[in-house]
């Protein structure tokens, strides 16, 4: 499974972004997908997941900030990011697993770079 990111840049505190992720290759029925994230001299975290239903997780940074959405006709997962905080400043990831999981995933994508910066 390949997975190709995109939506990352700078924003200003309190911006917005929409990070998009597609997913290629031999994609199983039944997978999850999400996003981690890891910002500078920090440990890589989950961010949200969702799985093929619509079943959704948020760490509890994000929790009423952050959307997380699938196409699954297109194999794509998006991060929907309001209200953006210099602490959301990180390279994020995005995941696909063949089943749930919050610790671990089988795929990652290269990383999309979020700036939150004025």
């Known amino acids: 499974v390949q997975l190709q990111a995109s939506g990352g840049g700078l924003v200003q505190p309190g911006g917005s972004l929409r990070l998009s992720c597609a997913a290629s290759g031999s994609i199983l029925r039944g997978n999850v997908m999400g996003w981690y994230r890891q910002g500078p001299g920090k440990q890589r975290e989950l961010v949200a997941l969702?799985?093929?239903?619509?079943?959704?997780y948020y760490a509890d940074s994000g929790k009423g900030r952050f959307t997380i959405s699938r196409d699954n006709a297109k194999n794509t997962v998006y991060l929907q990011m309001n209200s953006l905080r210099p602490e959301d400043t990180a390279v994020y990831y995005c995941t696909y697993n063949r089943r749930w999981s919050t610790v671990s995933a089988d795929y990652w994508g290269r990383g999309t770079l979020v700036t939150v910066s004025s």
């Open positions: 969702i799985d093929s239903g619509g079943v959704t």
